[in-house]
């Protein structure tokens, strides 16, 4: 299902954060926004969620305004994992992701056959099956957000944001949580956007990237035209070395010393 | 208290309830409704049967089923049953007001008086009762207005682009602590007068009849039945903002519904029987700490021990240093405080 925004504007306060942004996300992507910190990545994530009122602009949900669109509706096309996220002390894994058949309810609010079977679906996706009956709030960092992913797929969304999801994870469980966004998108389809800080992450699992600055797009394109000297010294301001993995064909680079100088390899920038 | 600590029972294996299967868990819920029912149900008996004259249960029980016109049976209909049921409506409301508050503010120390309620009722008890007694009559409805305008006065000032809970919090202490100057202001004014206000300033239901029942039940029912419809919302509205926009809910529509039900809830209660605070913030907690924070079964269970509680407390009242009365509110925070502090080690020890 395809995401779209056209010339998004959002502001906290008078102050306007995210300016004019415009561009889309294509059925069965993985797209990534990067960003240096304030450049606006987590707003213009809150604003697709429906969390923040965009200044102007328009978000299209498969050719449909959200802004007009039934917010239940929405919800059972488009799942969110925001930054904020907490769950009362005693609420197990399966309390927490059976609340992902919220936007699937009738009147009365009670989970049929099929929303036990999403559910079971949703904790099997993110092997959260065993942990069924723990207390949210006793996991560790990485199941916790697996957690809350299994709820977001709970409400068997077409579309799934993630707004930094591997943050105050270690490496493992990042790595981990990433291995599973990429299953997402590339067995079950799931268009899937999300909010990284780590660029060669970035440029290790998505299609394309949408670099942000000052709350404009300053590029978008695939890793191999976003890992770029250019790039990466004009928003992040650091000289890199860059490289290719030699067996995901995916480019990495790290940040060498401005005395150094530029030094380019191979070219690998393209 | 004895009755309410008997609750407890079955909470000693609070700790074990993770592993506990979901079947056990419903079962357990399920017990300790009945628990407090049944709970409920022993208050409001021993709450009629007590007082300056004593009725034995049996007498009370059949005086409420039968219609021999003796002097039993007009205490127990004229006096006694109109104040016990007034006192249960009155607990109940507060507690589920409180238990709501806490639920939508995701801030343990709301209750009633956070969003104004007793400000509110306080300033105007002080104008009717103290600076204008000629308008004494009109204590209930006043109390009432105070306390829900105040609510309305605090949810105007906070609203910026929306309502953060915070803000609103906030909003509410500076409102109180504002109301608070004038009752104050009006007490120093009026020194002679202020002893006819102390009765309203802790809650009490000395002489509570079936007139003030009229003004309670309606708003104690429709509390509850839009409460009870809105335990699935509170849930999600627990685990974040943002999440529960994800999820389809319109977080700031459905505060502001509860934000209004709960400050009708206590302002009801409030104008029937004074600044009757902290039943709100207590007895959420302790059924939190009992049931757990799934607001299907916190709902039923503020609703059952709220009503429990302020009987038991009012038959203490009656009774501790009888023939005089003390006001339920001066009880409910003298026995309810320790026990309540109680809970909170416990409840924190086995969480850990």
Redesign the interface.
Known sequence: MKLELLDLSVAYGKEPVVQNVSFSIESGELLTVIGANGSGKSTLM?AI???L?PLNGTVLLDGKSIAKE???????K?????Q?????????V???VS??R??H?GVA?RLSVDDFHAVDRALELTRMTPLA???VN?LSGGERQRAWISM?LA?EPRVLLLDEPTTFLDISHQFDLLELINTLNEESGLTIMMVLHDLNQAARYSHRIVVLQDGRVHRIGTPDEIIAHDVLSEVFNIRVRILKDPEYGCPYFIPIRSEEGCIDLDGAAG | MSQTEAALGPAAGHDE???R??RERTAYRLFVLLVLAALGFLAFLVSISLGALRIPVGEVVRSLFTDTEDITRQIVWNIRLPRTIVGGLVGMSLALSGAVLQGVMRNPLAAPNIIGVSAGAAVAAMVLLVALPQFSFLLTPGAFIGAFGSTILIYLLAWK?GIKPMRLVLAGVAVSAFLGAITNTLMIFFPERVQGVIGFMVGGLIARTWKHFDVIWPYALAGLTLVSLHA?QL??L??????A??????VERTRMILIAVASLLAASAVSVVGLLGFVGLIVPHIVRIII???YRYLIPASALFGAALVMACDIVARVAFDPVEIPVGIIMAALGAPFFLYLLRRGFRS?A
Request: hydrophobic share 35%.
């Open positions: 809150k969620a429906r969390s009122r039934d917010t239940k509706a929405i919800a059972r488009l799942a969110i994992l925001p904020v996220h907490n769950a009362p002390p005693d609420f197990t399966r309390d927490l609340y992902g919220f936007p309810l609010g009956h723990r207390n006793t977001a409400q | 309830r993770a592993s299967t979901l682009n699935k849930n999600i627990m685990l974040g903002d943002e999440v926009t994800g999820l389809g809910l319109r757990g924070s799934d969480e």
